[in-house]
């Protein structure tokens, strides 16, 4: 017996899958099926085996591998909705000619808790960032509360460019009406949308104009007029299926009309917009000395002025007219400054008058780590809403700003403001680990000149928060303020550091200890430095070390054809082989059993492939 939820739908849909076949016919298509009110419902799409015979649509995925989706036909969504009892349909939107090439593109708004007016505003806005390309898109009610933006294209383009330039778009939208829109779906609260276009990929998917949506099946994907739009009230943002089968019956497809009205739009004749450069100002010390001095020390090795100069001079941060006097007497008076008003230095000098970085010493020969990436699109569009904003005349913009950007760090920003409210609240979504920190910020050009750590501080027991957080385009280092910083329990953040986080893609667990009292920027070193040159290193160096002399080792005891009788790599004997390459390179820290037991369990990482276990032995696999 058909459940009467499923027979609702049934009924639904005999009307208008004709007016969605007729709009996407042989494009692949996803669905889900109704599921019991407790369990998520069941994503479909790629086939593991198909025996129906119903026409597919071969589809390349990223990894390269290709998956049979079903294709798009009348009878083929009958088949999902009566045998299946299939609630949505959903598809990237290619075209039927090519599952890898455009038809339309989408962008979809989703609410951030927004206030009521806002999806609508959002919406609007966009049709004219749209209307100044001389591009035209089909809205729709998402059925969820969102709208959908579907943008047709004439000519067929890849998937790859018009998502990047959609990226740019949205980035394009948050800059001019950052209180309108936000690009990061961890920024929720107020009156911003989620501007959404990572979907625009093979693959990834969307409802499909008519599509049901929800558990219940009440509502549907509505496609509707902009004039229609603009006078909807807030509260009317979502259409239930009786009304789009009264719409169908009142006007005919609102859809398929809109599509027929619209000229040829080619994505070629699109005029591509720049995204303003990047600006990283680093999270270090200033004066061209200083930075020359740190980039040399990195590798974590004491040298004296002499050895520093030469090194500089050679990969070309400072000229053969500087002295190694000058480079003394510019590291030791920074080093003084330091000390002077209470901040921790990041480069100490030795007894025997050499220089090394603040950090804990690393004499293990280097060893190469992966690096992050280059700042993608998105991140280099917040860095020049940051730059742009912090003495910018709307200090609103500002705060939505530095909630933007710790959003895309992977917090959950919640931007609040206002009379009697704290700025907004940053929740680290770890887990047990996770915490809240208090954010308050400070607008302005140079150094702010009233922090008022009390402030940023009084806010945290009435939002349940571990830590309170100050952000402005820079502070003073007078002792004053770094006393004042410890007695609220204050981390006072620079725009420099924020901009530090987000060009090294530091992920909310690394940056807690920048949460600390007193100045991120002192922290984010530490955390920066024991990337390089903390755990992640030593275990790096340990497993290449055991791989290589494991491998040469094997290889040697295959020339005697006398398995049984093979050097067993242990523990220990891995031990004493990490140690002794250690002590020939002079280092003087001793490798532990930790490192090594890490060291083994990275080599059999399913993912590296490197090593198996064989009792008690690691065997290397070839390289």
């Given at each position: 017996m058909v459940q009467p939820l499923v027979a609702e739908a049934l009924s639904y849909y005999e009307a208008v899958i004709p007016h969605i076949a007729a709009?996407?016919?042989?494009?692949?298509?996803?669905?889900?099926?109704?599921?019991?009110?407790?369990?998520?419902?069941?994503?479909?799409?790629?086939?593991?085996?198909?025996?129906h015979r119903l026409p597919t649509v071969a589809v390349t995925g990223a990894s390269g591998r290709t998956h049979p989706y079903l294709a798009l036909e009348s009878f083929t969504l009958e088949w999902l909705a009566k045998d299946l009892a299939a609630a949505e349909f959903h598809s990237w939107t290619p075209t039927a000619e090519d599952p890898a090439a455009v038809h339309f593109a989408r962008i979809l708004l989703e609410p951030t808790g927004a206030a009521p007016g806002a999806m609508r505003t959002a919406a609007l806005l966009l049709r004219d960032l749209l209307d100044a390309r001389h591009l035209t898109?089909?809205?729709?009610?998402?059925?969820?509360?969102?709208?959908?933006?579907?943008?047709?294209?004439?000519?067929?383009?890849a998937y790859a460019p018009v998502r990047a330039w959609l990226h740019t778009l949205a980035n394009d939208a948050a800059a001019a009406h950052p209180n309108n829109f936000t690009t990061e779906p961890n920024s929720v609260g107020g009156s911003r949308v989620h501007v959404h276009v990572k979907s625009n990929a093979p693959g990834l998917h969307s409802a499909?104009?008519?599509?049901?949506?929800?558990?219940?099946?009440?509502y549907a994907v509505a496609p509707v007029t902009w004039a229609e739009l603009e006078t909807l009230a807030p509260h009317a943002l979502r259409y239930e299926a009786a009304q789009v089968l009264a719409s169908l019956r009142e006007?005919?497809?609102?859809?398929?009309?809109?599509?027929?009205?619209?000229?040829p739009q080619r994505f070629a004749?699109?005029?591509?917009?720049?995204?303003?450069?990047?600006?990283?100002?680093?999270?270090?010390?200033?004066?061209?000395?200083?930075?020359?001095?740190?980039?040399i020390l990195a590798d974590g090795r004491s040298r004296d002025a002499k050895a520093i100069l030469d090194e500089a001079i050679a990969r070309g941060l400072l000229t053969a007219a500087t002295s190694d006097k000058y480079v003394y007497n510019a590291l030791n008076d920074y080093i003084q400054r330091r000390k002077a008003h209470d901040r921790s230095a990041a480069i100490l000098q030795n007894a025997d008058r050499t220089f090394r970085m603040n950090e804990p010493l690393d004499d293990w020969p280097s060893v190469e780590l992966p690096q992050p990436l280059a700042p993608d699109a998105a991140t280099t569009?917040?860095?020049?809403?940051?730059?742009?904003?912090v003495s910018g005349a709307d200090p609103d913009a500002w705060e939505v700003a530095v909630c933007d950007a710790f959003a895309h760090l992977g917090f959950r920003a919640t931007h609040l403001g206002g009379n009697k409210a704290p700025d907004g609240t940053l929740d680290a979504q770890l887990g047990p680990l996770g915490y809240r920190a208090m954010l308050e910020c400070k607008h302005g050009a140079g150094v702010v000149t009233q922090p008022d750590a009390a402030e940023a501080a009084k806010w945290s027991d009435q939002y349940g928060a571990?830590?309170?957080?100050?952000?402005?385009?820079?502070?003073?280092?007078?002792?004053?303020?770094?006393?004042?910083?410890?007695?609220?329990?204050?981390s006072a953040w620079t725009i420099d550091d924020l901009v530090t986080a987000l060009t090294e893609r530091l992920n909310p667990l690394e940056l807690e200890p920048c949460f600390a009292p007193g100045f991120a920027g002192d922290a984010m070193l530490d955390v920066l430095w024991d990337r390089d040159h903390g755990e992640r290193k030593r275990v790096a160096y340990a497993a290449r070390v055991i791989a290589d002399e494991g491998w040469n080792a094997q290889a040697a005891a295959a020339t005697q054809a006398d398995p049984p009788n093979a050097a067993h790599l242990t523990l220990d004997a891995a031990m004493l082989l990490v140690q002794q390459?250690?002590?020939?390179?002079?280092?003087?820290?001793?490798?532990?059993?930790?490192?090594?037991?890490?060291?083994?369990?990275?080599?059999?990482?399913?993912?590296?492939?490197?090593a198996v276990i064989a009792g008690d032995a690691l065997v290397i696999l070839a390289p």
């Open positions: 709009s996407f016919r042989g494009i692949p298509v996803a669905w889900n099926t109704f599921a019991a009110a407790s369990a998520p419902p069941t994503w479909r799409g790629p086939l593991a085996e198909h025996a898109a089909i809205p729709l009610l998402d059925g969820l509360g969102g709208i959908a933006l579907y943008l047709p294209f004439s000519d067929a383009p499909l104009p008519y599509s049901l949506r929800g558990a219940d099946g009440r006007r005919g497809d609102c859809f398929a009309a809109q599509c027929a009205s619209i000229p004749d699109i005029a591509h917009h720049s995204v303003p450069p990047v600006m990283v100002p680093a999270t270090q010390p200033r004066g061209h000395v200083i930075r020359a001095a740190l980039a569009a917040l860095i020049a809403r940051l730059h742009s904003t571990r830590y309170r957080t100050l952000v402005g385009p820079g502070f003073s280092e007078e002792v004053e303020l770094h006393d004042e910083l410890l007695a609220h329990a204050v390459h250690l002590t020939r390179a002079g280092a003087t820290r001793a490798c532990t059993r930790e490192e090594i037991v890490a060291a083994f369990t990275h080599l059999r990482d399913p993912v590296l492939a490197r």
